[in-house]
């Protein structure tokens, strides 16, 4: 390759050659700086899914960009004009306002409970006899410091004895009498109750390796319990588990509302060398019921497709063309609406990249969810009815703006914006569904907090060790993860559940549904 001063050496008496050679350096560089911005903007997007917060809120100097962008919006009349100042700073003390409200809710959500258990530790003085009287002294009040311990876990074996008795020597007493074993969790087995509950929380719950468990166990109580027993262990529990995983599938596809999404995880397939192949779990859930995920070796029609067989109703989802081909078989049967923080999520992406058009439509969208907040507490009806007073102009107006954009040849439709217009306008019949009923969410943000725990565990455990241990996965944080949704702890739960279920019939299972069970548990403790 020449260098530039060669190149200029040969063109020095060819002005229309040296014309052309900058006019194509000026496009190169033209290319490579928008090449450069979309790197910029995907780091930086990157970077904020791995270290930021998930609300897609701005922080102090993306605040700051945006003034910036207000001011140089000045010098760029061929666009219209973004939000004013007023309203920019408006918006963002919303913002302000509503990430200290959710700080001051989680310190309350995390504050330990009252009904811990309370230890007394009494510290008489020395001098509690008078030295001089010999008489006690008269006890006028006291002092209380409070402090919150840890009691550490302890490992035990537990010895079930069972005495044998044999004739009382006379004709009425033949033979030999011994109490029956009760059922326990695992025949043939040496776990456990709490030994299997705490395995199950410690692997899916804080997302341990089964590698760190065996440490733990050896260094901490100097037992030895190999990863591969503690596989089988947790895969004969999940055997267990299937009738309630089952039973939560069938109460949420009684329904007529769900939400999916899907997220990757690395499996060790044997039949792959040399790397790990890809697995999916699947995720079904409907706001404030159950969550059910389900595991595939791939990311194709045929799991969604099988698993929605039988359900009748609206599907909450992403962008992403599968989705759309399954109602496409099914009209009758399947709809479908879209996600707005999916949409959201690129003109943020958009503005990273200083792209200050993105700006207008974050604000249409902010005004969108301040609207989700007012009628929060309002019946399914009420929110429908207050819904359509305000958003389809909203909507509207963001899908007139996108057009024009799409239309300007100065945004390349492989740029941030034109990305995220293209999405706007594609899946905007999806994105403006939820209006059609009071109970259908803005955005499918509460099955993607279902996702985050699986997120946390892969990044942990790396792998799930082999593809057909993608179920048992599946089958455990389904558990684990409606728990929450009710509200449950489900340490308690699991603990009951597991003590329960090796001496119930199939019929009485459902007992067991979280939903039930929490029910039960409440109507005990009134009784009491």
Not at 9 to 19: D, F, K, Q, S, Y
Not at 25 to 52: M, N, P, S, V, Y
Not at 78 to 100: M, N
Not at 388 to 416: C, H, N
Request: glycine share 6%.
């Amino acid at each position: 390759m020449k260098t530039p001063e060669e190149v200029l050496r040969e063109l020095a008496h060819n002005p229309a050659g040296l014309l052309k050679y900058a006019v194509q350096l000026q496009r190169q560089l033209a290319e490579t700086q928008q090449e450069l911005a979309q790197a910029q903007a995907i780091i930086a997007e990157l970077k904020r899914e791995l270290f930021g917060a998930k609300a897609d809120k701005l922080n102090a100097e993306q605040e700051e960009q945006l003034r910036q962008l207000l001011g140089d919006r000045q010098e760029q009349g061929q666009r219209s004009p973004p939000l004013s100042q007023e309203v920019l700073d408006k918006a963002l003390a919303e913002e302000g306002a509503e990430q200290r409200q959710r700080a001051k809710e989680r310190v309350r959500r995390h504050l330990p409970p009252v009904e811990l258990e309370k230890q007394q530790v009494i510290l008489q003085p020395e001098d509690k006899i008078c030295p001089a009287s010999g008489q006690e002294r008269k006890r006028i009040g006291q002092e209380v410091t409070t402090e919150y311990d840890y009691v550490p876990a302890k490992l035990i074996i537990r010895q079930i004895v069972r005495p044998k008795y044999g004739s009382c020597g006379k004709p009425c007493c033949q033979g030999v009498t011994i109490a029956p074993l009760p059922p326990r969790l695992l025949p043939q087995s040496k776990l456990g109750l709490g030994l299997a509950v705490y395995l199950l929380l410690s692997r899916f719950d804080d997302h341990l390796s089964y590698y760190n468990l065996e440490r733990n166990f050896r260094e901490r109580f100097g037992v030895v319990i190999s990863r591969q027993q503690m596989v089988q262990w947790v895969e004969k529990v999940a055997h267990l588990l299937l009738a309630i995983y089952w039973l939560i599938w069938e109460e949420l596809k009684i329904g007529d509302y769900l939400q999916i999404d899907e997220s990757p995880v690395k499996v060790l397939d044997p039949e792959v060398r040399g790397k790990a192949a890809q697995g999916y779990l699947w995720f079904y859930s409907a706001p404030g019921r159950y969550v059910f995920l389900e595991f595939h070796q791939s990311r194709g029609r045929d799991g969604p497709r099988e698993r929605l067989r039988g359900f009748h109703g609206t599907m909450q989802t992403d962008g992403y063309e599968l989705y759309d081909a399954l109602r496409k078989e099914q009209p009758s049967r399947l709809k479908r609406i879209g996600c707005t923080s999916h949409a959201r999520r690129r003109f943020y992406q958009a503005l990273l990249e200083s792209c200050s058009e993105a700006l207008w439509f974050i604000g249409q969208m902010r005004q969108l969810y301040q609207l989700e907040r007012e009628l929060k507490d309002c019946s399914p009806e009420e929110r429908r009815k207050g819904r359509l007073q305000k958003a389809p102009a909203l909507w509207l107006a963001m899908k007139r703006r996108a057009e024009a954009i799409r239309a300007d040849p100065r945004v390349l439709p492989k740029s941030t914006l034109g990305k995220a217009v293209r999405y706007l306008l594609n899946e905007y019949t999806a994105l403006v569904g939820y209006l059609r009923d009071g109970r259908f969410e803005i955005d499918s943000n509460l099955v993607e907090n279902d996702v985050r725990p699986s997120a946390v565990g892969k990044r942990r455990w790396l792998f799930i060790g082999h593809p057909d241990a993608g179920w048992r996965s599946a089958v455990i944080y389904t558990l684990i993860q409606s728990c929450r949704r009710y509200d449950i702890n489900p340490q308690e739960y699991l603990t009951d559940v597991l003590q329960r279920l090796p001496s119930m019939t199939s019929s009485q299972v459902r007992e067991l549904l979280p939903h039930r069970w929490k029910a039960a548990q409440t109507t005990r403790a009134q009784t009491r």
